[in-house]
């Protein structure tokens, strides 16, 4: 995969135009307005996680740039093109959480079958390497788990080459070698110039995975950076400390406390001034064990999204830390 470059196309001096455009687009169902005006460009060969909580306007906008539905005002460009025109030239690809597989046929059969239509498709061995699952080639589709289905899916998607990757909640049901190996790939790809979005609930692995997170709440972008320029919007940091007893109303009094959270013994106070909480809770309680840690992703997503829901820690295998 290289980056590319099409004649007639508007882009940069290079002759590279954006994988993604999308200019003051919305988006209304009747009297419902997903999409609110969203501006988004995405470069060739980022990895760009897209977050936000349940209707956002997350899939109204992938469903855009998969040519699924068309903006109620604004325009979607894929690499140049009307998002339909670029899929029907095999330049967009898409892996989905669920559906699309039969059951009855083997992982080898349900590739070539898909390379089949396709008229130039990558080789069948080449792409079940990739995606990591050349040893249950030969697997009946219905017997295997929801992970290695999810890499079949991928298999698939990479049969055209795509240069723009779409990936739904991309590693459920994977354990951690394949969501090692799964990324793996993807960062391998992102190199060679396959520019990937994907839509995530693990807020872990978009902190670990992505270039660049774009968080989108009641259909507008609230935040668009690293990893590390989000969780900064989420202003303070956590005290964690073993509290015999603890008094949340005597906390939650202290200056510069925004919240308190007591898990048994255990008691997290967020802050301004952590350093003033620190002194209270080592010269005026029996607190022992403190710690003082910057807040992660999941604040800033609580922040900025002002919700709750969508949340989702990564498994207990993930091995990552926000």
Known sequence: MTQTSLSGTTGNTAGVVPAVQIAGVT?????????????????????????????????????????LSHPTTGSVEVLGLQPRQAIARGLVSAVMQTGGLLKDLTVRETVAYTASLFADAAPVDQVLRTAGIESIAERKVGKCSGGEQQRLRFAMALLSDPALLLLDEPTTGMDVEGRRAFWSAIRADAEKGRTVLFA??????????????????????????????????????????????????????????????????????????????????????????????????????????????????APADQGVSA
């Open 27 to 67: 988006k209304d169902f009747g009297s419902v307005h997903a999409v609110r005006g969203i501006d988004l460009t995405l470069d060739q060969g980022e990895i760009v996680a897209f977050l936000g909580p349940n209707g956002a306007g997350k899939t109204t906008t992938i469903d855009m740039v998969l040519g």
């Open 200 to 313: 995530t609930h693990y807020l872990e692995e978009a902190d670990q995975y992505a270039d660049r997170i774009v968080l989108i709440s009641h259909g507008r972008i609230v935040a668009d950076g690293t990893g590390s320029q989000i969780k900064a919007l989420a202003a303070g940091r956590t005290v964690r400390a073993t509290l015999p007893d603890p008094d949340p109303q005597r906390l939650s009094g202290l200056a510069g406390v925004d919240s308190v959270d007591v898990r048994g013994d255990t008691v997290y106070i967020h802050a301004k001034d952590t350093d003033d909480v620190a002194r209270y809770l080592l010269t005026e309680t029996r607190a022992q064990d403190l710690e003082i840690t910057a807040r992660g992703l999941e604040d800033a997503f609580l922040s900025l999204t002002g919700d709750d829901q969508d949340i989702t820690p």
